[in-house]
């Protein structure tokens, strides 16, 4: 009997991916103390529609008036609502060079042959159509932004975040590398 499954073509190792999903980290995971941030007002988008992996005109729906955090997640989406994988957190400021909108858009060169930045090349191009952008805008100084990454990546640390700077988590996560 035969199955879809039947000669994959594809290298299964290369889509293979490492995930630390501790519930320790998880539980300890708290913005409390982040007052300027109302996690209420995270929005998500598909952010490649297309086979030459240019980014999505969604792109133009986040603010260019704030700072903020960005994920890019994996969704199959075979099963609604159920299924995405955190790969990459990020953080924008809002300054008068730096927003949101600019920080995300400068990742479309991560999709062409000059990338600079491996894991998200490797990201874009493996999983492009299947790559979401979840975003919060946050209108608070650079340090508080900072601070909610650093707790977001130690939290889930996403296998394309290549520098985890919470140094417990970051010494953790070496002893068994």
Avoid at 34 to 63: A, C, H, Q, R, Y
Wanted: overall charge negative; some cysteine; charged content about 25%.
């Amino acid at each position: 009997m035969s199955s879809i499954y039947d000669e994959v073509e594809q290298d299964l190792e290369a889509f293979t991916n490492t995930y630390i999903m501790s519930t320790e980290l998880w539980s300890k995971f708290d913005i409390h103390d982040l007052t300027e941030v109302d996690f209420s007002l995270w929005k998500s988008i598909k952010l490649i529609n297309d086979p030459s992996g240019k980014f999505s005109e969604e792109i133009s729906e986040v603010p260019n008036n704030f700072g903020g955090i960005y994920v890019y997640s994996i969704h199959p989406s075979i099963i609604p609502n159920c299924g995405s994988y955190v790969m990459y957190i990020g953080m924008a400021s809002k300054t008068e060079y730096e927003n949101l909108r600019a920080r995300i858009k400068q990742y479309q060169k991560e999709t062409g042959a000059d990338f600079t930045r491996e894991r998200l090349h490797r990201l874009f191009k493996k999983w492009g159509n299947y790559v979401y952008l979840h975003y919060l805008p946050v209108n608070a100084s650079r340090e508080v932004i900072l601070t909610l990454e650093d707790r977001l990546i130690a939290s889930l640390t996403p296998p394309c975040n290549a520098d985890i700077r919470v140094k417990s988590v970051k010494t953790a996560v070496k002893a068994f590398n």
